[in-house]
């Protein structure tokens, strides 16, 4: 789920039936021929002995309708049934892991794949860089610091791994000040999403006495004048709700360097809203204070803006609530914006703040591919945007005329692009399912990419080969899928599929390296992702048709591009494995209740599961804009309708499922899942003639994801893997 973050019957989508601009790639390639359907036979296994949940006599009433909530004890994860329950959960899944042959193979793989040097695209600034590293089995990246012609070696300015002994404090933010002396860095502790702010004198590498507390999505962005930092907290929590209490009030404070943090003057607060939250930004020249003001994941938002070191009221320059509006920067009192005003794939508009009214002047025009980002870089506009889920960047000038394509090394994804107005460089990553996340540093003006930093991973990308498939979802909507697999396969419906998707809060799915998905594809398996509605693949109507009445469209995008996988021989039901984690696990247990029939294994992540209450707990409020609430009658009815939690019936025989969480989560709590796999493994033990294992591994110490030390994450991953391949009834003599 991203920061404070995470329909039945024919859409009123507007890009349904539209024929995608590029054209599949076609299949039928060397080595990949389609042949008759091989037998394929479900695996059994002998039944688990599932520890007692805490049961209660919990209910609500929603518009007349009763709605049991047996097992609401387990959201208090810190109750001692709870944390018994927990014990012997992992006690049982530990069990069953530990007899898979595979499962050592797997994690060996995996640690020797981990093993390799990757560094992430450096920030610039006072004439210094920094950037961080990870030498391979790290727990945590360590940050560096360096002159910016690198004429001198890197030095480490910060290694959180001198700060736990299991790596489970992260680097979670930093930004250094404008004059390259002073460091602010966040710290999270255990994956929470709480951050606490620090200070470090570059030169020295000493911490300042300033602590900041209660911090949670938000940056730092400094003074011109290096004195101090503007960011965003929370009031403290009330003792015992830290990780489960919901987050209101947000406050956009001020912290000077050398004073205690009481004293920080509130500089944007709206207590008559308390869903507002606020995103301060100083302007490169120093002169404005640009604040993103977001209303939890409605892509709409506000744009206020006060001239540094004034004292009066915000400007508010775009307060309607109606649109998107990202600042992008800005030339002097001109000050670009993407948005999708009057363009639902989003365009580039400029504002001139020196005159009193708002007047909105575009520069660059929608096109038919979506617009997911644009920067200020050398004096050029540098704009990102998604062809059918892939990246294309293109570079204008600022009156719009377009100047040329960044030259990118092939389909996949390249992200970042930031840097400053009157700088002609800038850096961006480039990623693919075979091609690992490589830097390169990019002459804006010369159109010229060079590689900065380029990964060196222990496997043969030309091994294996991608295509792009169009799927048609039940309403006729033409749904893009990415397939890879390694070369010499034969489609006769036996090889393993591992399918993965998310479908939510406008976020694109894109080509990507997964060393998990090596693994898999390794061992003959296919790795498929599908871009799905609800994402950001095609712009604001894509996004919409995925979300609250129209969510059930989400769920049918991911089941027809399974069924077609079967259709077309790639697989076979007990041989599909599906996983996606946040939001993604919502998709996985919506299918996994619809579609029983349809998978082979389960592995819902950190999911969305308990649809009519997952607005109660920290800022789960947040997420109405793409799910709705119980509040409203229809919405009721469709989250009621598909709500994972809800929807488990029994006498069904569900598919072996792997149920993940961490017990720290405190983006989509864990509640949500001990709920799902309490309820879940009661029906599936009451389901004749049906032992596939229903089990939950719970990760202490651990959240959401982010900052979860590589130790952790190799495990889980084996695990993971492990489980699916044992329940698609593969075996080591399987190996392809």
């Not at 929470?192 to 000493?206: K, L, Y």
């Not at 032992?691 to 982010?706: E, F, S, T, Y």
């Not at 590589?710 to 695990?719: H, L, N, P, R, Y």
């Amino acid at each position: 789920m991203p920061p404070h973050r995470p329909s039945n019957g024919p859409s009123n989508d507007p890009l349904r039936g539209a024929a995608p601009r590029a054209a599949a790639v076609v299949l039928a390639a060397a080595g990949c021929a389609s042949q008759g359907a091989a037998p394929v036979v479900r695996p059994q296994f002998e039944r688990v002995g599932y520890p007692v949940a805490p049961r209660g006599e919990d209910f609500d009433v929603h518009h007349g309708v009763r709605v049991d909530d047996p097992f609401r004890g387990l959201e208090d994860s810190d109750a001692p049934p709870t944390r018994a329950w927990i014990e012997a959960e992992n006690r049982v899944t530990t069990e069953f892991l530990s007899k898979i042959p595979e499962r050592e193979s797997f994690r060996a793989r995996l640690t020797e794949l981990w093993n390799f040097e990757r560094f992430e695209r450096p920030r610039i600034e006072g004439g210094r860089a920094f950037f961080r590293r990870n030498d391979g089995l790290q727990n945590q990246s360590v940050l560096f610091v360096q002159d910016e012609a690198g004429t001198l070696p890197p030095r480490v300015l910060l290694d959180p791994n001198t700060l736990s002994s299991d790596g489970t404090v992260a680097l979670s933010g930093w930004s250094p000040s404008r004059d390259g002396k002073v460091l602010a860095y966040a710290l999270a502790t255990s994956g929470s999403d709480w951050n606490e702010w620090r200070f470090r004198d570059v030169e020295t590498g000493r911490d300042l006495p300033d602590v900041l507390r209660w911090v949670k999505f938000s940056g730092a962005s400094w003074a011109p004048d290096g004195s101090g930092v503007f960011y965003s907290r929370y009031d403290a929590p009330a003792p015992g709700s830290e990780y489960a209490g919901q987050n209101f009030h947000q406050k956009l404070c001020f912290h000077r360097i050398g004073t205690d943090q009481a004293a920080d003057p509130v500089i944007l607060a709206r207590p008559d809203h308390k869903e507002w939250g606020f995103g301060g930004g100083v302007s490169e020249d120093g002169r404005w204070l640009m604040v993103h003001v977001w209303r939890g994941t409605d892509p709409k938002n506000a744009v206020f803006a006060r001239r540094v070191g004034d004292a009066g009221p915000f400007r508010e320059v775009f307060s309607a609530w109606d649109a998107s509006w990202d600042w992008i920067g800005n030339v002097g009192d001109r000050f670009f914006f993407k948005t999708d005003s009057g363009a639902v794939r989003s365009r580039v508009v400029a504002v001139d703040l020196s005159r009193p009214d708002v007047s909105v002047e575009e520069v660059v025009p929608e096109t038919g591919d979506n617009l997911t980002g644009a920067s200020l870089v050398g004096g050029r506009l540098v704009l990102s945007y998604l062809h059918d889920a892939h990246s294309l960047v293109r570079v204008h000038d600022p009156d719009g005329r377009h100047l040329h394509d960044v030259p990118l090394p092939g389909l996949g994804s390249a992200d970042g692009f930031d840097g400053k107005a009157d700088r002609p460089f800038t850096y961006f990553t480039f990623t693919s399912f075979t091609v690992p996340g490589t830097i390169w540093r990019y002459d804006v003006a010369a159109n010229k990419a060079e590689v900065w930093r380029e990964p060196t991973v222990a496997f043969d990308p030309s091994a294996f080969e991608t295509a792009q498939v169009f799927v048609p979802s039940k309403d006729g909507t033409r749904v893009p899928m990415f397939l890879t697999w390694k070369k010499g396969l034969v489609r006769d419906g036996s090889a393993p599929v591992l399918m993965t998707g998310y479908g939510g809060f406008n976020v694109p799915e894109t080509p990507g390296f997964s060393l998990g998905a090596v693994t898999w594809m390794e061992r003959g398996g296919v790795y498929a992702l599908a871009c799905l509605r609800g994402g950001g693949e095609y712009g604001k109507e894509w996004h919409l048709a995925g979300t609250k009445l129209r969510k059930q469209n989400v769920f049918d995008d991911f089941i027809a591009c399974a069924e077609w996988l079967v259709r077309e021989q790639w697989t076979s039901p007990s041989r599909l494995a599906v996983t996606g984690g946040s939001n993604g696990g919502l998709l996985i247990g919506a299918c996994l209740t619809q579609r029983p029939d349809l998978f082979g294994a389960c592995l819902p992540a950190v999911g969305v599961l308990d649809m009519l209450r997952y607005h109660k707990f920290t800022i789960g409020w947040a997420w109405a804009s793409d799910y709705g609430t119980v509040d409203d009658a229809d919405e009721f009815r469709a989250l009621f309708a598909y709500s994972p939690l809800h929807n488990v019936k029994e006498g069904v025989c569900y598919p072996p499922t792997l149920v993940t969480t961490g017990d720290h989560d405190d983006r989509v709590v864990p509640g949500h899942s001990f709920k799902f796999a309490a309820r879940l493994q009661e029906a599936q033990a009451k389901a004749p003639s049906c032992a596939n294992p229903v089990l939950i591994r719970i990760d202490v110490k651990a959240g959401h994801g982010a900052g979860k030390p590589t130790a952790k994450v190799i495990e889980e991953a084996a695990d993971r893997y492990a489980f699916a391949w044992k329940a698609l009834g593969m075996s080591e003599a399987d190996r392809r």
